[in-house]
T-cell receptor
Framework: RKEVEQDPGPFNVPEGATVAFNCTYS??????FFWYRQDCRKEPKLLMS???SGNEDGRFTAQLNRASQYISLLIRDSKLSDSATYLC???????????????FGQGTILTVHP | DADVTQTPRNRITKTGKRIMLECSQT?????MYWYRQDPGLGLRLIYY???????NKGEISDGYSVSRQAQAKFSLSLESAIPNQTALYFC????????????FGPGTRLTVL
């Protein structure tokens, strides 16, 4: 089983739609969780961190369910500029050489069309 | 100027050649990383360094070596390039701690013929 799994999509949605991405992780010792965004042929960039209580940043809402080892990202009122690949990222973060390493999911492709 | 730079941005080489990819950062971070990205496989960690004297293998280090010349510089070498090392390579940096964001360079597109 992969350490971080995402539905690769692609998701094709119209402008204004609400879309949700899911991600599961296998290591229950995982400490930190993130969503990164990657535009075509560009470097990944942090979109938002994911906190246990859930957190929101404008149109974006991230949720974490530790019991189910599940992370989600909700995008409301989709814009054309939201078209990108969304990477679910997990940091195990316990002692030894795993500390500070990120494990990336393969990414979910989103295309928002007019 | 970009905080994390990579050179070259594109490289075409032949099987058996030795090549070096270079990464520099001006963020003052101790931690640096090398990843490769392949379609359908996502980003995979090759090597990482938590300070100048610390080098660790990632999940796919075979066929690669690294050098941490200074806090700001981390280079990746392919001693004898092979076609399945054709990929997009990213360098990244981060501060210390669990939740610190990783900042990526623009990537190097490497093709091995």
């Amino acid at each position: 089983r992969k350490e971080v799994e995402q539905d690769p999509g692609p998701f094709n949605v119209p402008e204004g739609a609400t879309v949700a991405f899911n991600c599961t992780y296998s290591n229950s010792a995982s400490q930190s969780f993130f969503w990164y965004r990657q535009d075509c042929r560009k470097e990944p960039k942090l979109l938002m961190s994911v906190y246990s209580s859930g957190n929101e940043d404008g149109r974006f809402t991230a949720q974490l369910n530790r019991a189910s080892q599940y992370i989600s990202l909700l995008i409301r009122d989709s814009k054309l500029s939201d078209s990108a690949t969304y990477l679910c990222v997990v940091n195990i973060g316990y002692g030894g050489t795993s500390y500070g390493k990120l494990t990336f999911g393969q990414g979910t492709i989103l295309t928002v069309h007019p | 100027d970009a905080d994390v730079t990579q050179t070259p941005r594109n490289r075409i080489t032949k099987t058996g050649k030795r090549i070096m990819l270079e990464c520099s950062q001006t963020k003052g971070h101790d931690r640096m990383y090398w990843y490769r990205q392949d379609p359908g496989l996502g980003l995979r960690l090759i090597y990482y360094s938590f300070d100048v004297k610390d080098i660790n293998k990632g999940e796919i280090s075979d066929g690669y070596s690294v050098s941490r010349q200074a806090q700001a510089k981390f280079s990746l070498s392919l001693e004898s390039a092979i076609p399945n090392q054709t990929a997009l390579y990213f360098c990244a940096t981060s501060g210390s701690g669990i939740g610190y964001e990783q900042f990526f360079g623009p990537g190097t597109r490497l093709t091995v013929l």
